[in-house]
């Protein structure tokens, strides 16, 4: 996500006017730089940053913008600046964490055309698509979908049916991921590394817009799902060698305070064996809401220990935002 204007793709990997079935220009102008100041004392300061720069999509007439969350998360101010250069200041409306896609409320007119949003299902591996980054045609590549699969990541998070996309973008938060149509399919999240038959492919995961569709009047009204929060634990696991190794965790945060250490294994959610991140993830989540005590049976040392660990909704550790 480095903030730098002064590089291009390749003209040969940039998509053209005349090779596309859409408005190109509108589709470039659609997508807007974010800059994000947060506080140093917020909760996700020291592992996303104070200053924080992507992209993100106008969505709406009224500059409704679509981005992925993390940019966004505890934002105490926040800039939009258009592809033609103007500048206008931000709100942050709502945040999913289950999906892992925000949204921001420019608090002035914003000039800047809306993209329409398609739906990723009907998307095929090797399919072409375009990863649009703010800054028009240098920032933005001709790619294709190298895969469509469930994606878990450490830190409690799984969707179901996530996006792989390659060549990689360099500057992959909230860029927009575009069909052939020019409609808007995914929003950035990740720099991968994918397997591509024999090769090891360098590539972006993409959370698909469609994850939005069912709660998006919700975020709109509430800033968040209308449901409960599900339990969160606030532990770090990594899939190493089959075996599921807690490999960090949030000070003050329920499996902290229910004696879970660095190094843990996880063997055990309530009394049934867990294997891979998505299941474990999906086991603590099916016991109820945030809140719901959660029994852990962990191996550490060659020793089994079990805890039991009071959840809590993630939500609540984190400042939130103000309107100003």
Not at 164 to 192: C, K, M, N, Q, Y
Not at 200 to 222: A, K, R, S, T
Request: overall charge negative; aromatic content about 6%.
């Amino acid at each position: 996500m480095a903030d730098s204007t002064h590089w291009a793709f390749p003209v040969e990997l940039q998509p053209k006017a005349e090779e596309v079935s859409f408005d190109l220009k509108a589709a470039l102008d659609a997508v807007v730089m974010l800059r994000v100041e947060i506080p140093p004392d917020a909760f996700t300061a020291s592992i996303l940053g104070t200053e924080r720069v992507g992209s993100g999509v106008v969505i709406r007439d009224d500059g409704l913008i679509l981005t992925i969350g993390y940019l966004i998360t505890e934002a105490q101010t926040i800039w939009i600046t258009t592809h033609r250069g103007a500048v206008v200041q931000g709100h942050a409306l709502a945040y999913d964490q289950e999906t892992g896609l925000g949204l921001v409320l420019p608090l002035g007119r914003l000039p800047a055309p809306m993209l329409q949003r398609g739906s990723a299902d009907h998307l095929a591996v090797s399919d072409d698509v375009y990863v649009i980054g703010h800054g028009g045609r240098a920032h933005s590549l001709k790619a294709r979908v190298i895969a469509k699969r469930e994606f878990a990541g450490y830190w409690e998070y799984v969707l179901e049916q996530a996006i792989f996309t390659a060549p990689a973008h360099p500057e992959w938060g909230g860029t927009a991921l575009l069909d052939g149509d020019g409609r808007l399919i995914g929003i950035g999240s990740l720099h991968v590394q994918e397997h591509v038959g024999d090769k090891q492919v360098d590539g972006n995961m993409m959370v698909p817009v469609d994850v939005i569709e069912p709660i998006f009047e919700d975020m709109l009204q509430l800033g968040r799902p209308a449901h409960l929060p599900r339990p969160w634990l606030g532990i770090y696991v990594t899939d190493s060698n089959g075996h599921l190794v807690v490999g960090g965790l949030t000070k003050g945060a329920p499996a902290d305070k229910a004696g879970v250490r660095v190094g843990d294994v996880v063997m055990e959610v309530s009394g049934e064996r867990v294997k891979g991140l998505a299941e474990l993830f999906r086991r603590i989540w099916r016991l109820g809401p945030a809140g719901t005590e959660i029994p852990l049976t962990l191996a550490r040392d060659g020793v089994v220990k079990r805890v039991r660990a009071k959840s809590a909704s993630r939500n609540d550790f984190l400042k939130k935002p103000l309107l100003h």
